[in-house]
């Protein structure tokens, strides 16, 4: 199977799902470097081949699991695009530097986090590195410095950001040489402000796809029966499942972010190789508007003006 995929730059395209490591150490289906190989090896079957990471993922553990597991099949680097992301400082074990959590985007710390993900992802080069946090004390001119000779060096491809509202966004455009490629914020069903608070706009007028965390709520869809707001969505959403033949409500919930005119890339938390495959059969639903707005206003609880 082969998923469309969305241009980012001249040299640059994501498969329209990305598959995201955050719960790598964390997760009862993973146990060995095999099973990690198992689920990247059937997302790239599948057309996925743009994997997010994060430095802090896993306590600063889960890029390392995944370039372990990676050297065991090196040829698989060349079929995938491998995004990370920097500048959250975690109070942990292991950090003693960190007296409290914070964030971090001066220059060192910038360079020292891409010398440390190159090391645990097992690879030579990162496609995209994204700012992780908007940090109040960053200085738009040094990330451009940091960001201009990681590039010169050969050690990132692109760059972008991750939960930047518009404003954040365009300082930090306005010093850069080349164009961001993306802006990874939470949106589903069950979080709707990127859709309305003009990052989306933003994403559209530049002709970048957003990608997007926690596409489910955070499992909030499934699990959580005190939820008043996914308690409505539910039977709206199964509905529409069986009105498109989907494999779970699910489906619809990514097939709904698909429709928008945005293009953004749904990032997939499941470590379960089976619920990949059923989640690339959302890209082949096409929602009717009507339908898409039946969904929305089960979320928004109230009628469009």
């Given amino acids: 199977m082969s ?14 799902l990305a598959w995201g490591a955050w719960r790598l150490r964390n997760s009862p289906d993973i146990n060995s470097d095999n099973d990690i190989l198992r689920l990247v090896e059937t997302a790239l079957d599948l057309g996925i081949t743009t994997i997010d990471h994060a430095d802090i993922y896993g306590n600063y553990g889960c890029e390392e699991l995944f370039g372990n597991a990676l050297a065991k099949a090196s040829h698989l680097r060349q079929k995938m695009e491998i995004v990370t992301k920097c500048d959250i400082a975690l109070a942990c074990e292991g950090k003693p530097e960190n007296r409290i959590n914070h964030y971090n985007t001066s220059k060192k710390h910038i360079l020292a986090s891409v010398e440390s993900s190159l090391r645990n992802l097992r690879t030579d080069h990162i496609d995209a590195l994204l700012l992780h946090r908007p940090d109040p004390l960053m200085i738009a001119d040094e990330v451009a410095d940091a960001f201009n000779q990681l590039k010169r060096d050969g050690k990132v491809r692109y760059f972008g950001v991750s939960n ?142």
């Fill in 164 to 305: 930047f509202t518009p404003s954040q966004f365009n300082l930090l455009q306005s010093r850069l040489e080349a164009p961001m490629i993306t802006n990874q914020v939470e949106c589903s069903v069950l979080e709707l402000a990127p859709v309305f608070d003009g990052t989306f706009d933003l994403m559209q007028q530049n002709r970048i796809s957003p990608m997007i965390w926690s596409p489910l709520g955070g499992a909030r869809l499934f699990r959580d029966k005190d939820d008043a707001v996914a308690a409505h969505l539910r039977p709206v959403l199964e509905d529409m499942r069986v009105k498109y033949d989907a494999p779970g409500i699910g489906e619809i919930a990514i097939a709904w972010l698909l429709a928008l005119p945005c293009q953004p890339i749904p990032v997939l938390g499941t470590m379960k190789p089976e619920r990949l495959k059923d989640a690339t059969t959302a890209c082949s639903i096409r929602l009717d508007r009507q339908d898409w707005f039946t969904i929305l206003v089960a979320a928004q609880g109230h009628p469009v003006p």
């Fill in 3 to 16: 998923l469309s995929r969305r241009k980012l730059a001249n040299d640059l395209s994501f498969s329209t």
